[in-house]
């Protein structure tokens, strides 16, 4: 079920992620034996204490700079995407893959505001 309070999410630079053999998300994190999942604590002191969890993803370690649908994408790359749907509740309407202007894909068709102008 997607949040329909917020817009869509754009994912930016996913190509720098290319090299990495696995790639760890934030999650959660607690202190004094609570978990937190919004938000760290805002407190620098209870920061330094704080533990992290983090969901690990398995890299893809190739170029994506020339994929233009999302299909195409490596399937650690897609799994990725979909997980950041899942852990903010909101779906994904574009990823940058590239540098390059052009390098980006429209993966859904989320209807916005900007959609009714």
């Known amino acids: 079920m997607s949040n329909l309070a917020a817009p869509p999410l754009a994912i930016t630079k996913l190509d720098i992620l290319d090299e990495f053999e696995e790639i760890k998300v934030a999650v959660s ?3 004094d034996g609570k ?3 919004e938000a760290p604590p805002a407190n620098a002191a209870d920061m330094a204490r704080v533990k992290v969890n983090y969901e690990t993803f398995k ?3 190739t ?3 020339k994929v233009r649908k999302f ?3 490596p399937k650690n790359a897609q799994d990725y995407v979909r997980a950041v749907e899942r852990l903010v509740n909101v779906p994904v309407k ?3 893959v590239g540098p390059k202007r052009e390098a980006i894909i429209t993966l859904c068709k989320v209807k916005t505001t900007e959609d009714n102008n």
């Open 71 to 73: 299909g195409d994408l």
């Open 63 to 65: 170029c994506i700079a």
């Open 59 to 61: 890299g893809w370690q």
């Open 35 to 37: 978990t937190y999942t």
């Open 94 to 96: 574009w990823v940058g």
């Open 29 to 31: 994190y607690e202190l």
